[in-house]
């Protein structure tokens, strides 16, 4: 996204909005993908062939293995995403949110179903409120990427380290801290795309590539935002 911030084109409103408009729907329909296979895959045959031995052994190798095919996905996306043909992004976008769906199934197993769903409420409440705010405000926000992003590498860090220490105390303040972290990326992705839609917009293709970039952008914000918040409103069984 940082390559898209050095002319200084204005273009008309309507584009704008139409861009955005087309971002959250391209963002909703990768969430309502993710959240559909979440949701069937423990309760479907599929799912006991994918993650349990002919003897009857629960065996994560097949998490292991959607969660690096994710990873490749959305790297390859984001790496080519202009090159591409908007199918085909289109199609590896489908592709990473089902994968998303796939690893993000073991939550219907972990948590009580009525919990998930208050939580994904929550969540959806929140991003609307911080991503407006980042779409409204007239402040430039950039300064607060950087911040923000070494608040990310240090929960990484935090909860490789933790996962050997078993600290309750570093699992919720990197579980705050990361409520925190991806509420303001949610202002700060929106407020940045709104940036580059005004200097590079267009109603074309060009135009709806950038909007799948945006959507891609606020769906990781999103789905983070709701693993944190899970954290803390999820009943676990």
Do not use: C
């Not at 704008?16 to 087309?22: D, E, G």
């Amino acid at each position: 996204m940082e390559n898209y911030s050095t002319t200084t084109r204005v273009i008309d409103q309507s584009v704008v909005s139409a861009l955005f408009k087309s971002t959250y729907l391209q963002m909703a329909a990768a969430l309502t993908v993710t959240a559909l296979t979440a949701f069937f895959l423990p309760y479907s045959g599929l799912f006991e062939m994918l993650f349990f031995t002919a003897d009857g052994t629960f065996t994560m190798a097949p998490m292991w293995i959607a969660i690096i095919a994710e990873f490749a996905v959305v790297m390859w996306l984001s790496a080519r995403l202009f090159s591409m043909s908007m199918a085909k992004a289109t199609l590896l976008f489908i592709l990473y949110s089902v994968l998303n769906g796939v690893t993000l199934s073991m939550i219907f197993l972990m948590f009580d179903i009525g919990s998930i769903a208050v939580t994904f409420a929550v969540t959806a409440g929140m991003f609307f409120v911080t991503s407006l705010i980042g779409y409204v405000t007239r402040m430039n926000l950039s300064k607060f990427g950087g911040v923000l992003m070494m608040l990310l590498v240090g929960i990484i860090i935090a909860t490789v380290v933790n996962i050997f220490l078993g600290s309750e105390m570093v699992y919720w303040v990197t579980t705050y801290i990361g409520v925190i972290v991806f509420a303001g990326l949610a202002a700060f992705d929106t407020n940045k795309l709104k940036q580059i839609y005004i200097e590079h917009g267009e109603a074309g293709e060009m135009g709806q590539k950038l909007a799948l970039m945006g959507a891609l952008t606020l769906y990781l914000d999103f789905v983070n935002l709701f693993l944190f918040l899970l954290r803390i409103f999820g009943d676990r069984k």
